[in-house]
């Protein structure tokens, strides 16, 4: 089999500045770009329409590209190379992505490049290299734009005109508005630095607030119950790995690339019955636990065994990739990582082979991410308190899970039934009544919806009006001195718990003399006895 062209290893980023080069080997065959084989069959053809080619040594699939420049990466780090490693800057790549290496040859201006260079090595010292990766893309895009201007030489030059006309640039671009914001977010970060470290000194507020763009705030991407129950009814359709790895994600809500890396070992058990299931979040860079159920035990057991009975005991992760090459979709273990793209790719056959609709029709477009938002937004509406979900996908923040749940207008129309079932007190255990109507019928309540923030609280609800947005109170205590927060007799018994744990912090801070504490409990303890006794009084 001959061919004339070059042989240059094909990047399947689609990112002009990741793509990899090699250098240019014999151009008499065809050689593969893993191993130096040159023992390679065409396999079929790749989804740019290209010809792809597999090794028959080591099953490597590779696209035979137009020769490209040829750019070495060097063991050691040098700092004037155009292509870093993770390493050279004391950091690591993430073992399931492609953000592999950062390339700085698409920054065609010198000056430009050098001081990017000297930032993200900056930056190195405490951002993750997929932070750093993504602040590169922004140098890529801002020097694509100066190619266009071709009147500055030097970050001086850069000026409030300047960055008037990026922001025309990106807009040209139609970038979504969250890129746009991360691209004026981090050349905001790059002025600030630089001319705190005096490699430069431009002028402050080149980039205003005004410049960044409204984000409109997403629903969450959860799968509706109807298309969950189809996919479900044709789980036997999958290759038994990608179905256990379905189940996993449903009940789990796992990020893909947690379930991907997940260990063979990863089931551990607390000696009182219950299982549980350990694993990495990389994004948080914690180990965590979470409880499953029973069935979902025996799931990964049969997996485990199937590892065993396919691979041995050395491979260590619980699910594998598939054998690549030939024409058959035959699910054959391989020693090596699956990842999201094989996963996603047979639920998407699944779903064009089985026709999975949504309610108007539409076929559905399944994608890794939504399975982890349909677990917080089955959560939320079977009654899961707010902190318990976000402990369980192990979130930083109330906000964040926030942008995980979605409260259906069954769940809410619940909420207010159960808010109405009996007396309701503020927190000076005064009532308040909210008008009926809110119940009377479905436009009602997406006035409700709209108009005050739907949530539930472990010891009430909330009912601060959104115009007012996110409630900025940290944890639930400071609930007990909000004019919004709404409580009834049915949260007694949490009240009355916490009056008695306010009363021992009280005391305690009183015989040791600490007057912060007091200061701080006190209104506390005072609310909580007016509401028990208005809300007991009402009870008798």
Request: charged content about 25%.
């Amino acid at each position: 089999m001959n061919n004339k062209r070059p042989i240059l290893k094909n990047s399947n980023n689609t990112d002009s500045f990741e793509t990899d080069f090699l250098e240019i080997v014999n151009t008499d065959k065809i050689i593969c770009l893993k191993c130096g084989n040159d023992k390679c069959w065409k396999a079929g053809v790749g989804r740019l329409g290209k010809q792809m080619y597999q090794c028959k040594s080591c099953k490597h699939k590779f696209v035979i590209n137009r020769a490209k420049p040829i750019l070495k990466t060097s063991e050691n780090f040098i700092f004037s190379n155009d292509v870093w490693l993770p390493e050279h800057l004391g950091l690591k790549a993430h073992p399931h992505g492609n953000l592999k290496k950062l390339n700085f040859q698409p920054i065609k201006q010198e000056w430009l490049k050098e001081n990017a260079k000297k930032f993200i090595q900056y930056l190195s010292s405490h951002s993750a290299f997929g932070t750093i990766y993504h602040y590169l893309a922004s140098f890529v895009c801002f020097s694509a734009f100066l190619n266009e201007i071709s009147y500055i030489n030097r970050v001086e030059d850069i000026n409030r005109i300047v960055m008037v006309d990026y922001l025309s640039y990106l807009s040209r671009k139609k970038l979504s508005p969250s890129t746009i914001r991360h691209r004026l977010a981090h050349f905001s970060n790059f002025f600030e630095t630089g001319n705190i470290n005096k490699w430069f000194t431009v002028d402050n507020y080149l980039i205003r607030s005004e410049d960044y763009p409204q984000q409109l705030k997403p629903l969450p991407r959860h799968i509706p119950e109807e298309v969950i129950q189809q996919l479900n009814k044709h789980l036997n359709d999958l290759p038994e790995p990608i179905m256990r790895m379905l189940l996993v994600l449903q009940e789990t809500g796992m990020r893909i690339s947690e379930l991907c890396q997940l260990p063979i070992n990863c089931l551990k058990h607390d000696g009182k019955g219950q299982w549980r299931i350990q694993f990495i979040r990389w994004k948080m860079k914690t180990e965590d636990t979470i409880p499953i159920t029973s069935e979902l035990v025996k799931v990964i057991q049969e997996q485990q065994q199937y590892i065993y009975d396919h691979l041995g005991q050395t491979f260590e992760c619980l699910f594998c990739s598939r054998r690549m090459g030939g024409k058959t979709e035959e699910f054959i273990p391989f020693p090596k990582i699956i990842n999201s793209e094989c996963f996603i790719r047979y639920i998407k056959k699944l779903s064009l082979k089985h026709n999975i609709t949504d309610c108007s029709g539409k076929l559905w477009d399944f994608q890794c991410h939504q399975f982890r938002h349909t677990v917080g937004t089955t959560m939320i509406n079977n009654g899961v308190p707010h902190h318990i979900i976000q402990r369980y996908l192990g979130h930083s923040s109330p906000a964040m899970t926030m942008r995980y749940t979605y409260i259906y207008d069954e769940t809410l129309r619940k909420e207010v039934e159960k808010y109405h079932e009996s007396k309701v007190v503020n927190f000076q255990g005064e009532t308040a009544e909210l008008d009926e109507t809110i119940l009377s019928s479905n436009d009602d309540l997406e006035w409700f919806k709209k108009n005050v923030q739907a949530r539930a609280l472990e010891h009430g609800y909330c009912a601060r009006p959104k115009v007012l947005g996110d409630c900025d109170i940290p944890g639930f205590d400071g609930c007990y001195n909000c004019p919004h927060w709404r409580t009834n007799k049915n949260f007694i018994p949490i009240l009355k718990d916490t009056l008695e744990r306010t009363n021992n912090v009280l005391e305690k801070a009183q015989n040791c003399g600490w007057q912060l504490q007091v200061h701080k409990n006190t209104p506390i303890k005072e609310n909580l006895e007016k509401v028990i006794k208005t809300l007991e009084a009402d009870n008798d």
